[in-house]
C-alpha cells in the first residue's frame, strides 16, 4: 500500500469509492477531475493497494492568501478498511498542509 497525489486516471476508481461511501452529497466526477487539475487549490491524495486497486482517498482544499487547510473529503473502500489507510492518508494531508505553511486545519463533519 502507498499514498501517492491523485491522478485523472483514478477518476473511475475514485467515483466508485464515493459510490460505495456515501448515500449523499457525493463529489462528482466533473468536480474530481478538477480538483486533480488544480493543485493550488487541493491536495489530493490516494492509498493505492495491489494492481493499481485504489483503497482510499484524502482531499484537502486551500484559498489563496489563507493559512486554513480545509479537509473536504476522505474515504476508504469498505473492503480496506481496518488496515490504517485513514490514518496513511491523514497523514499525507497534514505533510500537504504544513509544506503550504498552513497554521489550521478543519474538518467539517455531518
Known amino acids: 500500500m502507498h499514498i501517492r497525489p491523485a491522478e485523472a486516471a483514478d477518476i473511475d476508481q475514485l467515483c466508485a469509492i464515493e459510490q460505495a461511501c456515501f448515500a449523499t452529497d457525493r463529489i462528482s466526477r466533473r468536480s474530481f477531475s478538477r480538483f486533480i487539475k488544480r493543485t493550488e ?38 473492503s480496506y478498511r481496518g488496515q490504517g489507510i485513514g490514518e496513511g492518508l491523514m497523514e499525507a494531508l497534514e505533510a500537504d498542509a504544513r509544506e503550504r505553511a498552513c497554521a489550521y486545519w478543519r474538518l467539517e463533519v455531518r
Open 41 to 78: 487549490y487541493s491536495g489530493f491524495f490516494v492509498a493505492v493497494a495491489d494492481q493499481q486497486q485504489l483503497a482510499g482517498y484524502g482531499l484537502n482544499l486551500y484559498r489563496d492568501n489563507i493559512s486554513l487547510a480545509r479537509l473536504y473529503s476522505i474515504a476508504c473502500a469498505p
